[in-house]
Structure formats: C-alpha cells, structure tokens
Nanobody, 119 residues
Framework: QVQLVESGGGLVQAGGSLRLSCAASGSTSNINVMAWYRQAPGKQRELVATISSGDLINYADSVKGRFTISKDNAKNTLYLQMNSLKPEDTAVYYC?????????????WGQGTQVTVSS
C-alpha cells in the first residue's frame, strides 16, 4: 500500500494563499495518477486536480487559474499551490493515488488537511 500524509492546511483570509503537500511512501513505483480531492460538510467529495505519471494535468473548473498541482518524483511528494482563495474553497483536502499493479487498481487516501478561508 501507499501511505499518504497531507500537510499545509490552515486558516487564511480570502485572497490569500496556501501550499498543500502530500508525502507518499510505500509502494509508490506503480502510481499512475495523483490527485487532490476536497470535501465540505454536507457535500460530496469533489475532485480538485489530477496529475498523471506523464504529467498530464486536469483541474476542476472552480479552481482553474487559481490552483496549481505539481509533484516532485524524486521526493515522492505531491503539491497543491492555492492562490486567490475564496470562502467556498473551505473544505478538508485529501491526497489520493491510483496504482495499477498486476492488473489490479489500488486507491490510497491520506487523512486530510483542513483548509478554512475567512471572508
């Protein structure tokens, strides 16, 4: 399995910035996609951004132009740079990895980190 630990969340004012980090360890060699999800109280978990092993990137429309996903392969670390934060960005943010190993897909999740944006 892959162990994922998120960090970097906190309380910021609207218009501010945060950088989230996700440190991956364990069976990381066969990761196909890394992603950030978020979930606000009373809402379904929402896909925020993805980055593939080939560095193909996709963003949710709500964060395009404001968030940047990146990774450092040497450090097995995923990042989410969040700029121009809005109150509606308030949520628990989760790191996710998808692996393909011997024909089987595996999804691993971090514990989440809270992001709160005040108006």
């Amino acid at each position: 399995q892959v162990q994922l630990v998120e960090s970097g969340g906190g309380l910021v004012q609207a218009g501010g910035s945060l950088r989230l980090s996700c440190a991956a360890s364990g069976s990381t060699s066969n990761i196909n996609v890394m992603a950030w999800y978020r979930q606000a109280p009373g809402k379904q978990r929402e896909l925020v951004a993805t980055i593939s092993s080939g560095d193909l990137i996709n963003y949710a429309d709500s964060v395009k132009g404001r968030f940047t996903i990146s990774k450092d392969n040497a450090k097995n670390t995923l990042y989410l740079q969040m700029n121009s934060l809005k109150p509606e960005d308030t949520a628990v943010y989760y790191c996710n990895t998808r692996r393909l190993r011997f024909g089987t897909y595996y999804n691993d999740w971090g514990q989440g980190t809270q992001v709160t944006v005040s108006s």
